[in-house]
């Protein structure tokens, strides 16, 4: 077992937890409580990398699908993937890693470029949760287009945009932390 | 025997986190490495198995470098770290503790055997079906120790084992370890806090800025200790005998 | 702690308890599937069975209600769906609310099976059945997702702990500004990612001098756990809800397999 090996394993379980804990938690960051599941989703593929986004992110739906209650609001369960907010689930497993493939600077990127990337890389993983998502709500409901946004996507802006620059602050200042975690494996 | 030979390490910007380090462990030995906050004491640790591959000087253990057979060095070198917690990796105090022999692939029914053995030894027993995280300090660190003593080690190196414990999980923590040391185990015991066991070491070594500034038995040296930054326990006429939290 | 933890383990000795949780699994995925499909049948079905076998994993034999929460969210699936699906679109008000209603009732039943699943099932013990369940799956890292799995539960309420002692501190220093969301945000996650990221450091240290490999010793199992009966039990009322599909409705089989939503 390589030292390397190890070390994408745990990283990649921290970061399911970190997912799975934030489930449970309600932060009063404005005037209304949000959850910060999609935060740390982003995080987990641009700290971690594609791989570690993708595979923290799998974990966390392993995890809900055999019934624990990680998903938003303490449920679990197959029942909520194949449910109306099920697209939102499957949005996750593709976020993470797109994230993590946009937001990849070296250790010589110069700031700017760094911090570029990372809100680039937070819009568009942002972004990327809605496409199955939407579609999904409006079949499983037989909602139309209309109403599916209303209920769907409008009400989650703010929030979301909140996130997503938050999550992008916290990528340019822990990519270093994170890269050198990873990197010393290799050397040893 | 365990032996440390010309160890050095630095970081990038030049400060020297290890410097020039020789020690040697004999079998059967119990030395404390003492030296405050910062002078390469746990670093010193994270070479002995391994986990920190030596840029100069080496690691040797019965005189072969241990990087010949890292697998079979760290099955004979077991390190109980700092922070309890996060060396957990076991859902109930039972599986944690299996964790190592498991990794050994032993078969289940050793494992179960010597798992028994364990929890008796250590008289946790009624703890084997709790979570981890929800035991006491004191509980939690003989878990710990259990964990690493399932793999059978001939050294066991503690990393300032009594952090944190109240004063009864201190003396039961030392009362494993004096046990462990009575059965013939060699005990490197890093710590600042000379006071909860410096009466059962036969050898102190002085670390201070990455480099071993003195080193002997504990008699020769109480009396300098302050002089690289440790506290002398209290009580200028105080027999070594008396610097144990260990209930007589 | 976890607020919203509905869902939790309670010991026992009942079938339902000592069922091998593979089957448990694989009952509870099954039955969610055939639920996708909106069908009366299907549910009148099935909530007799759900119902007895929440009788049988009582110890005391006494139907207790779920938790009010547990009626919220289908409370407002169906007023969703009645406002959506719309007297004007079904063609009258008597069906819209039954379609609202069956739909309510489908939640329920995914919820309740959830909730047997979880009552009866010790945390501890998924891991290991999950990667029995995996192993034989080729292409499938069985040992890397359990590992990752069993890591992730451990950690999840060290990280909740964490989380809520990080808030309190910021709180007691007056670090919330309502005004300034994203900073409030980034200065709860330094800390917390910080930490996450030491601990990281250390459990790999520590998994590393433990010796820790991918083909460890597998996990045990409980050998008493029922595993014969409970799988033929599956298999036959599969069946009979199809069978009886067929013979009651005359839906062809395969096209009700292939029918969602």
């Given at each position: ?188 | ?95 944690d503790i299996a964790f190592g022999a498991e990794n050994l692939k032993w078969p289940r029914q050793k494992i179960n055997e010597k798992l028994e053995e364990l929890l008796t030894e250590l008289s946790i027993g009624h703890l084997r079906n709790r979570r981890p995280h929800t035991l006491s300090g004191g509980e939690k660190r003989r878990c710990v120790l259990a964990a690493v003593l399932i793999m059978n080690p001939e050294i066991i190196v503690l990393d300032e084992p009594f952090t944190g414990l109240d004063y009864q999980g201190v003396s039961d923590v030392l009362k494993d370890i004096t046990r462990l040391h009575k059965d013939g185990k060699t005990i490197i015991l890093i710590t600042h806090d000379l006071e909860k066991s410096l009466a059962h070491a036969d050898r102190l070594v002085l670390m201070k800025d990455g480099e071993v500034v003195k080193e002997g038995e504990p008699a020769d040296l109480i ?26 | ?261």
């Open positions: 077992m390589t030292k390397m090996r190890i070390r994408t394993t745990v990283l990649s379980a921290v970061f399911t937890a970190l997912i799975a804990a934030s489930a449970f938690f309600t932060i009063p960051v404005g005037p209304i409580p949000i959850v910060l599941t999609t935060m740390f989703i982003l995080l987990s593929g641009m700290l971690g990398g594609a791989k570690i986004g993708f595979s923290a992110v799998a974990t966390y739906l392993i995890l809900g699908i055999i019934g624990l209650p990680v998903f938003a609001g303490g449920t679990g369960g197959i029942a909520k993937l194949i449910g109306p907010t099920g697209g939102f689930l499957v949005g996750y497993l593709l976020a993470a890693p797109l994230a993590g493939l946009i937001y990849n600077p070296g250790p010589d990127s110069s700031r700017t470029r760094k911090i570029i990337l990372a809100v680039l890389a937070a819009l568009v993983g942002g972004i990327t949760l809605y496409i199955p998502g939407i579609p999904w709500l409006k079949q499983s409901l037989s909602m139309d287009w209309p109403a599916a946004l209303q209920a769907g996507l409008i009400p989650f802006i703010p929030g979301d945009l909140i996130k997503c620059a938050a999550a992008a602050v916290l990528a340019v200042g822990l990519k270093d932390r994170f890269r050198d975690f990873l990197t010393e494996a290799e050397e040893e | 025997m365990l032996e440390v030979k010309n160890l050095s390490r630095s970081y990038e910007k030049g400060r020297m986190v290890l410097n020039n380090v020789s020690l040697s462990f004999p079998e059967g030995s119990f030395t404390i490495i003492a030296g405050p906050n910062g002078s390469g004491k746990t670093q010193l640790m994270r070479h002995l198995n391994g986990l920190l591959k030596a840029r100069e000087g080496e690691v040797l253990l019965d005189g072969r470098n241990i990087r010949e057979d890292l697998q079979a060095a760290r099955r004979r070198i077991g390190l109980v770290f700092q922070n309890a917690d996060s060396q957990i990796v076991g859902q109930t105090v039972a599986s009396e300098d200790v302050e002089d690289f930054g440790i506290r002398r326990p209290w009580g200028n006429e105080r027999d070594l005998e008396t610097m144990t939290w260990l209930k007589v | 702690m976890a607020e919203g933890l509905i869902f939790q383990y309670t010991p026992g000795e009942s079938i339902l308890h000592r069922i091998d949780i593979r089957i448990k699994l694989i009952g509870m995925i099954a039955l969610s599937l055939v639920l996708i499909k909106v069908s009366p049948f299907r549910l009148c079905f099935l909530l007799p069975v759900l119902l007895s076998l929440d009788i049988c994993s009582r110890n005391d034999r006494r139907i207790s209600l779920p938790p009010p929460i547990l009626f919220l969210m289908p409370l407002i699936i169906f007023a969703g769906n009645f406002i959506s699906l719309g007297p004007w679109e079904t063609g009258g008000f008597k069906p819209a609310l039954a379609a609202a209603g069956f739909r309510a009732l489908r939640f329920i039943c995914i919820l309740w099976m959830a909730q047997l699943f979880t009552e009866t099932s010790d945390p501890m013990s998924i891991t290991p059945a999950f990667y029995r369940l995996l192993k034989p799956i080729p292409l499938i890292p069985a040992g890397r997702i359990s590992t990752s799995m069993g890591l992730s539960l451990t950690l999840i309420p060290l990280i909740i702990s964490e989380m809520g002692e990080i808030r309190d501190a910021m709180v007691s220093r007056c670090g919330w500004n309502p005004r300034r969301p994203v900073r409030n945000l980034t200065s709860m996650g330094i800390p917390l990612l910080e930490g996450v990221l030491t601990r990281a450091e250390a459990l790999s240290d520590a998994m590393e001098s433990r010796l820790f490999t991918e083909d460890a010793t597998e996990p045990e199992l409980l050998d008493d756990s029922l595993r014969t009966s409970p799988s033929l039990f599956l298999l036959l009322l599969l069946t009979a809800l199809f069978m009886g599909e067929r013979l009651l409705l005359n839906i062809d089989i395969l096209e009700s397999f292939m029918n969602f939503y």
